[in-house]
C-alpha cells in the first residue's frame, strides 16, 4: 500500500482557541479510515483542512505525496460529502450528479456513461429523472455519494454522512456504504461521533479528544486496548475502577478488595491507577481457575433486548456493569434483582491497568 494522506504536526487555531493541536497522520490509498470524537473534539476541522476549506495554522499537509498548503479546494482531488446532503434542490438526481462534470466540461457521451455508472453503485438507477424533493433522507445522501464518487477523486471526505438518518436505516447505510467503498476503491476519511458506526466500517480508527489525537489504530485495537481511560470511556461501555498498585500484579480497589490485574511497565507501588473491565467480560455464573472474583450488591438491572445489563455495587460507590447470561435459565432472573448479593468475576486477561 501507498499513503494517500499525511498530516504532520498540524494545528488549527481560531483566533485565541486551538481547535486542532498536533495531530500527525499517516493514511494508506484504499484505506476506510475514520475521525472519531465527542462533539467539538476537532473531526471536522480536521477534514476541512483536508479539502481545503481551512488553511492549518501549522504543519504540513500531503495528498500523495504532495504539499497542498497552496491548493485550493477545487484543485485538490479530494471530495466532500456532507450531513446535510447538500443537493441542487431545482436539477433532478441525473443532473445533480452530472454538475460536476459538466463545469469541467467533460464530454457529453462521457458524462452520461459516468453517471449511469455512479447510479448503478449507489443503486439509484432507476430514479435519474426524479426531483430530489421526492426522496427520502437514505436516497438523498446515496445522490450525494454518485455526486462525489462521479468525480473519481483519490480521496473521499465524508462528515457524518448518516447522521439524519434513522438507527435502522443508518445501519444499512453503514452496509452499503463499506460495499460501495471497497467496490471503487477511493480512500475514505470518515468522520462520526458514533462509536459502533466507526467500529462497524473501519479499516483504522483515530480517537480525538480536545483538538488531539488520542489513539490510532484498527477497531479491534482501540476497543480491547485502549490506551488511556478516555478512549475506554468513549468506545463502549467500560467499568472504570480507581485502584492503588499495591505490589507486583496487584491492585486495592477503592473498595478495599485486593485483584489481580497485569500492571503496565514501570508501575509503582502506591500509583494511582484505573481498571477496565468490558461488561461482556465479567461472568456473573461461570467462574474459573485463576480468576478474580468480588463480591457486590444488584443496584440496578436493565432489560435492552439483546441484553440485560446489571449494575453491581461493590462498596464505597464503586461499581461494575455486567450482563446477564442469557443461555443460563429462564427463571434465574430473580437473582439479580436488586439488593441481591452476587458473586461476580473476570481473566486478569481481561483486566486493563490505565495510569
Ligand atoms: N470557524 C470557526 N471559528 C471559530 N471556532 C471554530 C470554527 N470552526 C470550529 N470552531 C471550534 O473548533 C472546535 C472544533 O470544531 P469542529 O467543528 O471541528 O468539531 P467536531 O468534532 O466536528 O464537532 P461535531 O461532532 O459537533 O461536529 C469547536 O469548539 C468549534 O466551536
Ligand atoms: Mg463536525
Request: hydrophobic share 40%; charged share 30%.
Amino acid at each position: 500500500m501507498s499513503e494517500a494522506i499525511r498530516l504532520e504536526d498540524v494545528s488549527k487555531s481560531f483566533g485565541e482557541y486551538e481547535a486542532v493541536k498536533d495531530v500527525s497522520l499517516t493514511i494508506e490509498k484504499g484505506e476506510f479510515f475514520s475521525l472519531l470524537g465527542p462533539s467539538g473534539c476537532g473531526k471536522t476541522t480536521t477534514l476541512r483542512m483536508l479539502a481545503g476549506f481551512e488553511i492549518p495554522t501549522e504543519g504540513r499537509i500531503l495528498l500523495e505525496g504532495e504539499p497542498v498548503e497552496d491548493v485550493p479546494p477545487y484543485e485538490r482531488n479530494v471530495n466532500m460529502v456532507f450531513q446535510s446532503y447538500a443537493l441542487f434542490e431545482h436539477l433532478d438526481v441525473a443532473d445533480n450528479v452530472a454538475f460536476g462534470l459538466k463545469r469541467k466540461k467533460v464530454a457529453k457521451d462521457e458524462i452520461r456513461k459516468r453517471v449511469e455508472e455512479s447510479l448503478e453503485l449507489v443503486s439509484l438507477a432507476d430514479r435519474a429523472k426524479s426531483h430530489t424533493n421526492e426522496l427520502s433522507g437514505g436516497e438523498k445522501q446515496r445522490v450525494a455519494l454518485a455526486r462525489a464518487l462521479v468525480n473519481e477523486p483519490a480521496v473521499l471526505l465524508l462528515d457524518e454522512p448518516l447522521g439524519a438518518l434513522d438507527l435502522k436505516l443508518r445501519r444499512q447505510m453503514q452496509v452499503e456504504l463499506k460495499q460501495i467503498q471497497r467496490e471503487v476503491g477511493i480512500t475514505f476519511v470518515y468522520v462520526t461521533h458514533d462509536q459502533e458506526e466507526a467500529l462497524a466500517m473501519s479499516d483504522r480508527i483515530a480517537v480525538m479528544s480536545d483538538g488531539e489525537v488520542v489513539q490510532c489504530g484498527v477497531p479491534e485495537e482501540v476497543y480491547e486496548h485502549p490506551a488511556e481511560a478516555f478512549v475506554a470511556g468513549f468506545i463502549g461501555v467500560s467499568n472504570l475502577m480507581e485502584g492503588i498498585v499495591q505490589g507486583k500484579d496487584k491492585v486495592k480497589l477503592a473498595s478495599g478488595q485486593s485483584v489481580k490485574a497485569p500492571l503496565p511497565e514501570g508501575c509503582d507501588k502506591g500509583e494511582k491507577v484505573q481498571l477496565s473491565v468490558r461488561p461482556e467480560k465479567i461472568t456473573l455464573d461461570d467462574f474459573e481457575r485463576g480468576m478474580v472474583t468480588l463480591e457486590g450488591t444488584v443496584a440496578e438491572r436493565v432489560y435492552q433486548g439483546v441484553n440485560t445489563q446489571v449494575t453491581i455495587s461493590l462498596g464505597d460507590g464503586a461499581s461494575v456493569v455486567a450482563l446477564e447470561q442469557q443461555t443460563y435459565r429462564a427463571s434465574a432472573d430473580d437473582r439479580w434483582e436488586p439488593g441481591a448479593k452476587v458473586k461476580l468475576g473476570w481473566h486478569p486477561d481481561h483486566c486493563l491497568v490505565l495510569r
